[in-house]
T-cell receptor, first 113, second 111 residues
Framework: DGGITQSPKYLFRKEGQNVTLSCEQN?????MYWYRQDPGQGLRLIYY???????QKGDIAEGYSVSREKKESFPLTVTSAQKNPTAFYLC????????????FGNGTRLTVT | KQEVTQIPAALSVPEGENLVLNCSFT??????LQWFRQDPGKGLTSLLLIQSSQREQTSGRLNASLDKSSGRSTLYIAASQPGDSATYLC??????????FGEGTQLTVNP
């Protein structure tokens, strides 16, 4: 069954701790993305990767880090430098070709207290 | 920088009504415009994608149009059903593979 798996669904952390969100895909897509969604707002791009071992900052990369060591995996680390980490985080994938649709995972809701 | 706006922010209609959701964008040099559905607490499901060379796309009761010259896209839902209740987001793709999202329209279809 092809798809995008984000885990865990809910994550709770204390302020000052780093936390890593998992995103795994078996769609054989080259491009992967991380978005953040806050209540009543659209999605904002954090980081994206179009090929293994390469990634670019999106619009709100400060306080986040990523790695792309395997095609199937694109983990996102929320560091203690992120001022407002509580949010809904969505991972997406697509083919590299211009105009290819995005496919999304079911998201991870992170709460930092 | 691309900006995407969706109006209205929320819409409540009785079952069976036809409705239109609006999306406007500032950069007409888009590659495509994509419409998504999001259920509460869930990820996004792609509904329709309109390439810049196309004027509209249809899937079942859904029809999406694209007018690059005016910077507008509409999503038409025919004969709405309670199961259509969700948040609908549009997103425009410009440079690279990046999408810029609108804030969404929260739709409620009342039985």
């Amino acid at each position: 069954d092809g798809g995008i798996t984000q885990s865990p669904k809910y994550l709770f952390r204390k302020e000052g701790q780093n936390v890593t969100l998992s995103c795994e895909q078996n769609l054989n897509h080259d491009a992967m993305y991380w978005y953040r969604q806050d209540p009543g707002q659209g999605l904002r791009l954090i980081y994206y990767s179009q090929i293994v071992n390469d990634f670019q900052k999106g619009d709100i990369a400060e306080g986040y880090s990523v790695s792309r060591e395997k095609k199937e995996s694109f983990p996102l680390t929320v560091t203690s430098a992120q001022k407002n980490p509580t949010a809904f985080y969505l991972c997406a994938t697509s083919l590299r070709q211009q105009g290819s649709p995005l496919h999304f995972g079911n998201g991870t809701r992170l709460t930092v207290t | 920088k691309q900006e995407v706006t969706q109006i209205p922010a929320a819409l409540s209609v009785p079952e069976g009504e036809n409705l239109v959701l609006n999306c406007s964008f500032t950069d007409s040099a888009i590659y495509n415009l994509q419409w998504f559905r999001q259920d509460p607490g869930k990820g996004l499901t792609s509904l329709l994608l309109i390439q810049s060379s196309q004027r509209e796309q249809t899937s079942g009761r859904l029809n999406a149009s694209l007018d690059k010259s005016s910077g507008r896209s509409t999503l038409y839902i025919a004969a709405s059903q309670p199961g259509d209740s969700a948040t609908y987001l549009c997103a425009g793709q410009t440079s690279g593979s990046r999408l810029t999202f609108g804030e969404g329209t929260q739709l409620t279809v009342n039985p």
